[in-house]
């Protein structure tokens, strides 16, 4: 049974859809914003998404990246509206050709088909006469991107934040450029966090700064312990405990361990002391 709610933050309207409620991971929110709605949630969540981009004129859909629950409904929403998505120019791209879901994600948020876009500019004018600015930001996906409203101090984080503490990773993400990016976007000023998992974080700039230091402490500790001779599969029961139930659902795609080898690979020479 579909996870539904609305709310409202100021003048941003969102719907919250899942086809299951085992946390924030499980579960996506699109958001509205006058006549733009960013992200479209996933599949096999339509019949609620199509309820809300119905309720209000549709001028304009933004993307911040390709993942299924992000562009699920990207093609659906072309058809019934003929407004066409706009995206990243990675994005674009990989939306044009299809991609491949693994088995516990189709599950989870079925399936995205192909569907053209245009590309979104570094600085896109929304619907009603606001800018935003894209901010590049991959790690979790290769082609995601942040949009900054700086009028406003809001962060729409795609899935940079999502929570202060990560204890699972896919294996197509990367612990060394995530921390590059969250750094990087670390840069702009921000006070309010819109995230499609969490939902709206204040004091986002304090909130991504605690989630940076975590994945650099965690890093610090992982890689202490492989310095002194423990393995990986040991470093992570040590540290994250273990694995759970979507470790082995996902046949390890999306695990702890995968978490600890990125750690791993994190240059902390290179980085602030903390």
Not at 30 to 36: A, D, F, I, M, S
Not at 62 to 84: C, F, P, R
Not at 111 to 123: I, K, N, Q
Request: glycine content about 8%; overall charge neutral.
């Amino acid at each position: 049974m579909a996870v539904l709610d609305t709310f409202q933050h100021q003048d941003l309207e969102a719907i919250r859809v899942g086809r299951f409620n085992m946390g924030i991971n499980t579960t996506f929110i699109v958001y509205r914003l006058g006549k733009t709605v960013f992200d479209t949630g996933p599949s096999n969540q339509w019949k609620y998404v199509k309820g809300f981009i119905e309720e209000k004129p549709l001028e304009q859909l933004i993307l911040t990246h390709h993942h299924e629950d992000h562009s699920g409904n990207a093609g659906a929403i072309k058809k019934m509206t003929g407004v066409t998505p706009l995206a990243p120019e990675i994005t674009a791209s990989i939306l044009r050709k299809g991609f491949k879901i693994p088995p516990v994600q189709k599950i989870m948020w079925g399936s995205a088909g192909p569907v053209e876009t245009d590309t979104v500019p570094d600085r896109v004018t929304l619907s009603n006469g606001e800018m935003a600015t894209a901010v590049f930001a991959p790690g979790h996906a290769k082609d995601m991107t942040c949009y900054l409203l700086e009028d406003r101090g809001w962060l729409l984080s795609a899935d940079l934040y999502i929570a202060n503490h990560l204890k699972f990773l896919r294996n197509d993400e990367d612990v060394p450029t995530i921390i590059n990016s969250t750094q990087n976007v670390l840069k702009h000023d921000f006070d309010t966090i819109i995230c499609p998992h969490k939902g709206i974080v204040p004091e986002g700039q304090k909130r991504l700064q605690e989630k940076l230091d975590y994945l650099l402490t965690l890093s610090g500790k992982a890689q202490h312990m492989r310095n002194q001779g423990i393995n990986t599969k040991e470093i992570t029961q040590r540290l994250l405990g273990k694995e759970g139930m979507m470790s082995l659902f996902s046949g390890y795609n999306f695990s702890k361990i995968n978490l600890i080898r990125s750690c791993l690979a994190v240059n902390l020479a290179s980085e602030p002391t903390h």
